[in-house]
C-alpha cells in the first residue's frame, strides 16, 4: 500500500508556555521549542504499522519553511520512507483550504492509496483531511483510533465519538484518514535512527513545481484570516493560593474537609 | 444578509443540547435572521425532533431518506449540497459529527469554513468576524471569514448559552423531494460501546484526576496514593491514556467519561475544553498546574501554581499524617 502522512512542524505546548506578544500580531516564538504535531507522530507510526505488514512504502509531507525539514527527517527516522518539503513565500499564511490545495496538487503527482493526517494540530483547526478529502473526491473518516485492512480494496475503521464509543465503518480506498491519538504508541527515535537519515536528500517542492496558482494560495487565497492574538479573559477565575508550600496545603487540607473531599 | 441554516444532530428522536445553542450563535450573526433548522434523518424520530425544533426555529427543513437513518457525514454532506443555497451560512455543532461534516461541506458548497468557534463578534455583510482559540486555549485569535461564496461555522458546544424561549411557532417544510439519490464510499456498521474498567470514576464523589503533568508511568503511584489517603479514585486527562498508562475508563472528557462528582481535584491537567466537557455538576475544583496560564485556573475555585510531582507526596503526608 502506498501511503502518505501529512504532518506539520508545532511549538510544542507540554514544552511551552504560549505567550502573545504585546502587539498582539504573534505569539512570542524567540526560543520556543518546536516538535512534529502530536497526532500527526501517531499518524506516521499507524503508516509505518500498516507497511510493515502489507507491504508499500511510507511518505511524508509538509507545508513549511526550511526548518520544517527537521521534522520530517524525525518521521523518517521513525521509518518513513520518503520526505517531500513543500515549500514557498507564496505558501505563507496560508488557511485551510490553502494548504489543502497545496497538498491535493502533490497528491495528484503520486499514486496513494491512503492519505492519513492527525486529527488536529494546537495551533490548527482539524480540518485539513476533511477538506483534502473533499477536494480529491475520496471517502474520509475524522478521529480514527483504529485501522485494519480488510483487502486492497478497502478498510475497517473505528472513529473515536463521544462517551468513549466507537463508530466502526468500512471504507473504500483510496482514502483520507484524519488519525486520533492513542490509536498506537509511536516508537521511540533516537540519535542514531535521525543520524542515519541526516544526508537522505529531501525533494522542495514550491508553487511552479506543483503548478499552483500562486494568488490562489497564502495570505492571497486565504477566505479566513487571523486578525490577532489575545489572552483570553480570565472571568472570574480560580482564587490562587500563593506564599509559603506548607500553609498552602494545611488551606488545601482545610477546604478539602469542608466540601467533602476527605473521607 | 444570507440565509443562515442549523444543523440539528439527534439521537433517538430527540435534539442535541447543541440545538438551542446553535440558535443563540445564530443570532449573535444576524440578531433579526429566521434561522432555519436542517433536520436530516428518517421515520418517526425525525418528525419527532421536526416538531420539537419548530418550537425553537421559524423554519425547519426536514429531510427524510432511508440512507440517513445513521448521521454518515458523507450522506449528509451530499442531501445538503445539493439543498442549501450558495451564499448559505451553515452552523454545525463542533463535536466529532460536526468535525467530519464540516470541513468537506464548505468545500462542496465552495464556502469558508471555520471550526471550533467560541465566540462570534458580528459582520459587516462581506466577512463575519470570530474568535477561536489556539494551543489548548493558551491564547485567543480573533479571525475574518468571508461570507460571500457561503460559509460553514462549526460553534463549540457550550460556549453559546441555549435560545430557550421556545416562541418561533416555526413551520415545517418537507425537503425530502429535493435531494436526489445517495450513496457513500464509506458505510456505517457499528457502534462499539466503551468498555467497562476496573473502576467507575463516575460514582466517585471525590476524584483525584492527573494530566500530562504527572510526566511519567511511574509517577501514577503517586497519585494512587494520595487518592487513597483521601479515600477518593484517580481518573485522568487524555494524554494519560493516550500513553496507555491508565485505562480509558480513567478518562474523564467528551471522549471519555463524563463525572458529577463533589469534590475534582486537576493536577498537571491544562483544562481543554474536550476535557472540561466531562465535568458535571459544577464540582468544587482545587487545580494543581506549573503554568499559571493553564485554561484550568480559569473554570477552577482554587489555584495552585506548583509542580504536581513535589505537590501530590507533600500532600499526601499532610493528610496522612
Known amino acids: 500500500m502506498e501511503i502518505l502522512v501529512c504532518v506539520k512542524r508545532v511549538p510544542d505546548t507540554a514544552e511551552n508556555e504560549i505567550e502573545v506578544m504585546s502587539d498582539g500580531s504573534d505569539i512570542e516564538r524567540d526560543d520556543l521549542v518546536y516538535s512534529v504535531n502530536e497526532w500527526d507522530n501517531y499518524a506516521v507510526e499507524e503508516a509505518i504499522q500498516i507497511r510493515d505488514k502489507v507491504g508499500g512504502s511510507v511518505t511524508v509531507v509538509t507545508v513549511g519553511d526550511d526548518e520544517s525539514e527537521e521534522v520530517l527527517r524525525r518521521e523518517m527516522a521513525m521509518g518513513a520512507d520518503n520526505g517531500v518539503l513543500l515549500t514557498d513565500d507564496a505558501f505563507e499564511d496560508s488557511d485551510g483550504q490553502g494548504v489543502a490545495s497545496l497538498l491535493k496538487a502533490e497528491i495528484e503527482k503520486g499514486s496513494y492509496d491512503l492519505i492519513l493526517t492527525g486529527a488536529l494540530a494546537d495551533d490548527g483547526a482539524g480540518q485539513v483531511g476533511g477538506m483534502l478529502a473533499a477536494m480529491l473526491d475520496l471517502p474520509y473518516a475524522s478521529l480514527v483510533n483504529t485501522i485494519e485492512v480488510v483487502d486492497d480494496k478497502r478498510l475497517k475503521v473505528g472513529r473515536e465519538i463521544e462517551g468513549g464509543n466507537q463508530e466502526m465503518n468500512e471504507i473504500q480506498l483510496p482514502c483520507v484518514l484524519s488519525i486520533q491519538s492513542g490509536i498506537n504508541e509511536p516508537r521511540y527515535v533516537g540519535i542514531r535512527g535521525i543520524r542515519k537519515v541526516a544526508s537522505v536528500e529531501i525533494p522542495e517542492k514550491g508553487a511552479a513545481d506543483l503548478g499552483v496558482d500562486a494568488a490562489t494560495v497564502g495570505a492571497a487565497g486565504a477566505k479566513v484570516k487571523r486578525l490577532d492574538y489575545f489572552t483570553p479573559e480570565m472571568g472570574e477565575g480560580a482564587e490562587m493560593l500563593e506564599g509559603d508550600m506548607d500553609e498552602i496545603l494545611d488551606k488545601v487540607v482545610e477546604l478539602l474537609k469542608a466540601k467533602g473531599g476527605l473521607k | ?321
Open chain 2, 1 to 321: 444578509m444570507a440565509q443562515i441554516f442549523a444543523y440539528i444532530a439527534h439521537k433517538g428522536g430527540v435534539a442535541d443540547d447543541s440545538a438551542l445553542e446553535l440558535l443563540s450563535a445564530a443570532e449573535k450573526i444576524d440578531a433579526g435572521a429566521e434561522v432555519t433548522a436542517l433536520v436530516v434523518g428518517d421515520g418517526a424520530d425525525l418528525d419527532a425532533v421536526a416538531a420539537e425544533m419548530a418550537a425553537s426555529y421559524k423554519v425547519v427543513w426536514k429531510v427524510a431518506k432511508a440512507e440517513l437513518a445513521y448521521p454518515n457525514a458523507e450522506l449528509v454532506r451530499q442531501a445538503l449540497v445539493g439543498l442549501l443555497p450558495a451564499d448559505a451560512v451553515v452552523l454545525i455543532s463542533h463535536d466529532t459529527f460536526g468535525m467530519d461534516l464540516g470541513p468537506g461541506l464548505a468545500v462542496k458548497m465552495g464556502a469558508t469554513f471555520v471550526s471550533d468557534v467560541v465566540d462570534i463578534e458580528g459582520s459587516d455583510g462581506t466577512g463575519l468576524k470570530v474568535v477561536r482559540q489556539e494551543y489548548s486555549g493558551m491564547v485567543s485569535t480573533h479571525n475574518l471569514a468571508e461570507m460571500g461564496s457561503g460559509l460553514v461555522l462549526n460553534p463549540r458546544p457550550g460556549v453559546f448559552a441555549p435560545d430557550e424561549a421556545k416562541a418561533a411557532g416555526g413551520e415545517v417544510v418537507d425537503k425530502s423531494s429535493d435531494v436526489g439519490d445517495l450513496s457513500a464510499k464509506r458505510k456505517f456498521l457499528e457502534i462499539v460501546e466503551a468498555e467497562a474498567g476496573d473502576v467507575d470514576i463516575t460514582k466517585s464523589d471525590v476524584l483525584v484526576s492527573i494530566g500530562r503533568g504527572i510526566e511519567d508511568e511511574d509517577n501514577i503511584e503517586l497519585a494512587e496514593e494520595l487518592a487513597e489517603a483521601m479515600g477518593a479514585v484517580v481518573s485522568c486527562s487524555r494524554p494519560i491514556v493516550d500513553a496507555k498508562w491508565l485505562e480509558k475508563s480513567r478518562q474523564v472528557g467528551t471522549s471519555g467519561q463524563t463525572v458529577k462528582p463533589k469534590v475534582y481535584m486537576a493536577l498537571g491537567i491544562s483544562g481543554s475544553f474536550q476535557h472540561l466537557g466531562g465535568i458535571k455538576g459544577n464540582p468544587y475544583m482545587i487545580a494543581v498546574n506549573k503554568n499559571p496560564k493553564a485554561p484550568i485556573f480559569q473554570v477552577a475555585d482554587v489555584g495552585i501554581e506548583a509542580d504536581i510531582l513535589e505537590f501530590i507526596p507533600e500532600l499526601t503526608e499532610k493528610i496522612g499524617g
